[in-house]
């Protein structure tokens, strides 16, 4: 499940990713990033993993294209989370993307919003 959080910032959206991810969790996250974008051209966005237990094959799919079709117009991602194969993920992911990436602890997500919300 994809669930929208409430930013305490005006340069960034949020959500919490949880459970396992389908093709319908896409279907609503996408077109909330997408009108961040065209609101602001680009976006800032964080993802809270909170029992992330990964992505069905078609959700795992979804997950490629956004990454391939948005790699351009998000400016930072901060990836936060409690476990080592989420903090890992985030190296991982460096790579296939131009967007600044961080990980943050789950404790510490108040410094996520910060790092997002700075120039």
């Known amino acids: 499940m994809i669930e929208q959080l409430t930013s305490p910032s005006k340069k960034a959206i949020?959500?919490?990713?949880?459970?396992?991810?389908?093709d319908e969790d896409y279907k609503q996250f996408v077109p909330l990033v997408d009108a961040a974008i065209a609101k602001d051209g680009k976006v800032r966005l964080l993802a809270q993993f909170h029992d992330f237990q990964g992505w069905d094959a078609h959700a795992l799919w979804d997950d490629v294209k956004f990454s391939t079709t948005h790699c351009t117009t998000i400016e930072r991602i901060a990836l936060v989370g409690d476990k080592t194969w989420e903090k890992w993920?985030?190296?991982?992911?460096?790579p296939f993307t131009l967007a600044k990436l961080q990980y943050f602890d789950a404790a510490n997500i108040a410094d996520a919003w910060a790092w997002l919300e700075a120039a």
């Open 14 to 22: 949020g959500f919490k990713l949880s459970g396992k991810l389908h």
């Open 89 to 94: 993920m985030a190296k991982v992911c460096k």
